[in-house]
T-cell receptor, first 114, second 111 residues
Framework: AQKVTQAQTEISVVEKEDVTLDCVYE???????LFWYKQPPSGELVFLIR??????QNEISGRYSWNFQKSTSSFNFTITASQVVDSAVYFC???????????FGQGTRLTINP | DTGVSQDPRHKITKRGQNVTFRCDPI?????LYWYRQTLGQGPEFLTY????????KSRLLSDRFSAERPKGSFSTLEIQRTEQGDSAMYLC?????????FGPGTRLTVL
């Protein structure tokens, strides 16, 4: 069965610090997709990134970067020079199979203090 | 059409009442998903549609829950005889095959 684990329940850092959110997944499939979503206080899930299982290249988008390592079944997310607006709950998710339904981790609540 | 919309945004009901939620996906997205999110947890999959066909239902979806997507566009999720344990955020998402775009959710409170 698929499973996503986000071991960090809450993280609190001071603005401008770098922060890494961990994500570990379990799946039996060789073809799957990994995602990160942001859920600000307003509640709407905002898509950040999608990665397929055949592409292990790291990705950088502005202050955001993602490190995908199949060997450790991890898909970690780093925010560089964090800002107060980054405060939110972040979810890692996995999808597989024809349905492509998402299996979410429990989320990491990130608080950036000014 | 700029995104997925859901109506209502909030619903308060008494135990035992029926409630119905609506989701309007992004135009021409052929897949529509329903998820439920309880406080402090990640969303959990309930069901999904490919056009008008309901192709998969989670074990979370008891027989008090029913979902439809009659014309392959908007979808409704009905909960009959609501229970306090049904209190949650109900999220809808749509996709044309890649990333799922989520609506703002309907927060249900059962008293």
């Amino acid at each position: 069965a698929q499973k996503v684990t986000q071991a960090q329940t809450e993280i609190s850092v001071v603005e401008k610090e770098d922060v890494t959110l961990d994500c570990v997944y379990e799946t039996r499939d060789t073809t799957y997709y990994l995602f990160w979503y942001k859920q600000p206080p307003s509640g709407e899930l905002v898509f950040l990134i999608r990665r397929n299982s055949f592409d292990e290249q790291n990705e950088i988008s502005g202050r955001y970067s993602w490190n995908f390592q199949k060997s450790t079944s991890s898909f970690n997310f780093t925010i560089t020079a964090s800002q107060v607006v980054d405060s939110a709950v972040y979810f890692c998710a996995l999808s597989e199979g024809g349905a492509q339904k998402l299996v979410f981790g429990q989320g990491t609540r990130l608080t950036i203090n000014p | 059409d700029t995104g997925v919309s859901q109506d209502p945004r909030h619903k308060i009901t008494k135990r035992g009442q029926n409630v119905t939620f609506r989701c309007d996906p992004i135009s021409e997205h052929n897949r529509l998903y329903w998820y439920r999110q309880t406080l402090g947890q990640g969303p959990e999959f309930l069901t999904y549609f490919q056009n008008e066909a309901q192709l998969e239902k989670s074990r979370l979806l008891s027989d008090r829950f029913s979902a439809e997507r009659p014309k392959g566009s908007f979808s409704t999720l009905e909960i009959q005889r609501t229970e306090q344990g049904d209190s949650a955020m109900y999220l809808c998402a749509s996709t044309e095959g890649n990333e799922q775009f989520f609506g703002p959710g309907t927060r249900l409170t059962v008293l």
